[in-house]
């Protein structure tokens, strides 16, 4: 199995070119809106672990979102929906198309070689949105439909829950993996039997110093250690 990280939330930079339209913005650059927080950390530490390529997004999610398809209308922020149609293009053009495509070469690239891929999708969310308290620590997104995607997620939660019973985890939560993401317009590229997408998410109350004392250094050790175990028992 070719283990692929990706990282659509990487980076809370705006390019200069385009910092004019977040004059504004200067709260939402430093909140969830606009960066995974311990995503990028995470994916890296993933890579090294696992000796394995990383694609990171080297832009805010409140330029253009990296993990929403084009015809999202959520795909350009409340900052940026209102450019006109050639400035979009351009922005799709320099950042969006070249992330994906990085990421599609890898994948096409074992693809071609008769490898079976896992890509996963690292991300966080924040621990309340919109005054909801979100109730896990982990999830772990996946279609349904697909059997090695659902089985590898199934064999993965126990051993990220631990002996210690630490953390909680999550199927489908807190979002659907079948609904629009990067991992969903993969599926329509590859056969389940060739491309299993995973959306790991972090909660970010795990990698905050307050109030919880555990750190992302440990949190990280467990995914890692986790998904050694899960692989190792897969092959």
Known sequence: MNLIISCEHASSEIPPDYQHLFQDAEHDLITHKAIDFGAKHLAEALSDAFKCPCVLAKTSRLLI????SLTNRHCFSDYTSDLDLAEKQCIIHTYYT???????????????KKQRVLHLSVHSFTPILDGVIRDADFGLLYDPTRTHEKSLAY?????????????????????QGSSDGFTSALRKHYAPDAYVGIELELNQR??????????????????????????????
Do not use: C
Request: no cysteine.
């Open 98 to 112: 070249p992330y994906r495509e990085a990421v599609e070469a890898l994948i096409h690239e074992a693809v071609q």
């Open 65 to 68: 979102d990296f993990n929403r």
């Open 206 to 235: 795990l990698v905050m110093v307050h109030p919880n004392p555990e750190s992302l250094t440990q949190v990280t050790a467990r995914i890692i250690q986790s998904l050694q175990r899960v692989l190792a028992s897969a092959l």
């Open 155 to 175: 064999a993965w939660k126990p051993h990220l829950v631990g002996d210690d019973a630490l953390y909680r985890v999550r199927m489908n939560y807190p979002y």
